[in-house]
């Protein structure tokens, strides 16, 4: 939705900064406008215009988003008192689709066209996984994971197979709806010792065979140069 002031009066030639309260995309509107050089922007009369998502918040340039006109190819930019805001976009989320327990894994999530900067939460099977400390302690259980809803990192240190689950991630930073990523489930399996001991015992095994069977090649003098094959 687009808000700008009722009524905007200025000196003649004098550039104007219009306020609007921007949370959403491709919008038609009414405003005062005329292009002038290096896109400032003067009142004069009323004209269609159609809003786009391209905009520039940089502190060297001054928060500004693209206009269009509607009948025309004209384009300007719309310069704002410091009012602007932006819906989050849908995240990008790494998950990984397996990992041993005892190890350390970071799950990330990811959205860069929110204004304000967006925060995160996750979600495992469903139900949102807590910040604070406090939820576990009146579980009186042991957090297993650290939450940052700035960078949007979830971080097992260990995971455990407790952990394992469908997990999503949501952005949201007050304006318009949150938005999510696709469900991505995480398998977390113990590491099976008792395979890995079995695996080096027949792998030593077969070491040690081969090994004898030299020694007792070597001892028949099969691998003398005088020792000459019977069919040959």
């Not at 215009?49 to 509607?70: F, T």
């Not at 259980?141 to 689950?165: A, C």
């Not at 952005?171 to 399996?189: I, L």
């Not at 070491?207 to 030299?214: H, K, N, R, T, W």
Request: charged fraction near 20%.
């Amino acid at each position: 939705m687009l808000h700008s002031k009722p009524h905007v009066s200025t000196p003649h030639n004098h550039l104007i900064k219009i306020s609007f309260h921007y949370a959403g995309c491709l919008h038609n509107f009414n405003i005062s406008y005329t292009k002038r050089e290096n896109n400032y922007l003067f009142i004069l009369f009323p004209v269609g215009v159609y809003l786009s998502c391209k905009h520039n918040v940089k502190k060297e340039v001054g928060a500004r988003v693209e206009w269009k006109k509607i009948k025309g190819s004209t384009v300007s930019f719309v310069y704002l008192n410091g009012v602007f805001v932006v819906p989050p976009s849908a995240p990008v989320c790494e998950v990984p689709v397996s990992a041993l327990s005892g190890t350390v894994v970071e799950l990330r999530c990811k959205e860069s066209e929110g204004v304000p900067a967006s925060k995160y939460r996750w979600y495992r099977n469903g139900a949102i996984l807590p910040e604070s400390t406090f939820f576990w302690s009146f579980k009186k259980e042991k957090k297993s994971y650290t939450l940052n809803t700035t960078t949007g990192t979830l971080l097992f240190n260990p995971v455990s197979k407790n952990d394992t689950g469908e997990y999503y991630c949501e952005a949201y930073n007050r304006v318009g709806r949150p938005r999510r990523c696709p469900v991505k489930r995480m398998q977390v399996d113990d590491l099976n010792v008792s395979a890995i001991i079995a695996s080096v015992v027949i792998v030593a095994l077969i070491m040690a065979s081969c090994g004898l069977g030299v020694y007792y090649a070597q001892k028949k003098g099969y691998f003398s140069s005088k020792y000459r094959l019977p069919f040959l």
